[in-house]
């Protein structure tokens, strides 16, 4: 296992602090305080607690850092700065107040718009995904690695479905999701990209594209599939993939025909 460095020390220390409010809140998921910050996009008491404790624990240890934070709590915008923590602090909040047990903590830190470290903290499950550019994606138990598997039949695919509120954002989804299905061995919806993207770098899914997503959502995971030998590749060409929220991911030898395929679904 690679020695973590102290930037990945504080995301660590970060992650953890907040991850024990949340597994306690989910604990008590049927009593949550919820409010609505959209149709069908929620936000729970747990999500600004986790957040506020996140904000505060890197802020400390990296007071030059600027944040870009999927919560507006009412702080000031340092988005602009050249090194920012990029947080998502429940990706993965309706699966959260639904009871169901796949959600994440997401930190990533940028510099000069380079990602330059990721965590992705899995607290159910105890799994935390973490990379540094340079030194590889890494488990706690094992150094990470996309799938080998070319042939689209063999293939297990990660997506993120429209819902209400979003589906003027997707227009091209059901085309997709149609090019896609019959070639494939399944696809997979399971709401929480961060974790998607890791289970990409872990070589669980073979491929993932979403569109619609947050900064926040992905950075994290798009270090992770890069760092474990995986392209990221924006839908758009031409594109920031992180900062246009729309992307495919997967491993090298697949990620052509992927591309493609999903570019060419109209």
Not at 190 to 206: E, H, K, N, S, T
Request: with cysteine; net charge neutral.
């Amino acid at each position: 296992m690679a020695v973590r460095s102290a930037l990945l020390n504080v995301m660590f220390k970060a992650a953890e602090k907040a991850a024990k409010v949340l597994v306690h809140d989910f604990g008590e998921v049927e009593n949550l305080q919820v409010s609505r910050k959209g149709p069908a996009d929620f936000v729970s008491n747990a999500d600004f607690t986790a957040q506020k404790i996140i904000r505060e624990e890197l802020s400390k240890a990296r007071p030059d850092f600027g944040f870009i934070m999927e919560e507006k709590d009412g702080e000031a915008d340092t988005s602009g700065k050249p090194e920012l923590w990029i947080v998502d602090p429940l990706d993965g909040t309706t699966n959260f107040l639904h009871g169901l047990c796949h959600w994440a903590i997401s930190i990533a830190a940028e510099r000069n718009r380079e990602l330059i470290a990721a965590l992705v903290f899995d607290p159910i499950k105890n799994e935390a995904f973490w990379a540094e550019k340079g030194t590889g994606a890494w488990t706690y138990k094992k150094r990470l690695r996309v799938s080998g598997r070319t042939d689209f039949a063999d293939c297990l695919i990660g997506t993120g479905a429209p819902f209400k509120g979003v589906m003027h954002k997707r227009p091209n989804f059901e085309a997709q999701l149609h090019a896609v299905m019959p070639q494939v061995a399944g696809i997979r919806r399971w709401g929480a990209a961060a974790l998607d993207l890791a289970y990409v770098a872990a070589g669980r899914f073979d491929a993932f594209w979403e569109e619609g997503l947050g900064p926040y959502d992905s950075a994290a995971g798009i270090l992770l599939v890069r760092e474990a030998g995986g392209l990221v590749s924006p839908i758009v060409p031409g594109q920031d993939p992180m900062r246009s929220g729309c992307l495919v991911a997967s491993n090298y030898g697949l990620h052509e025909p992927f591309v493609k395929t999903i570019r060419e679904a109209k």
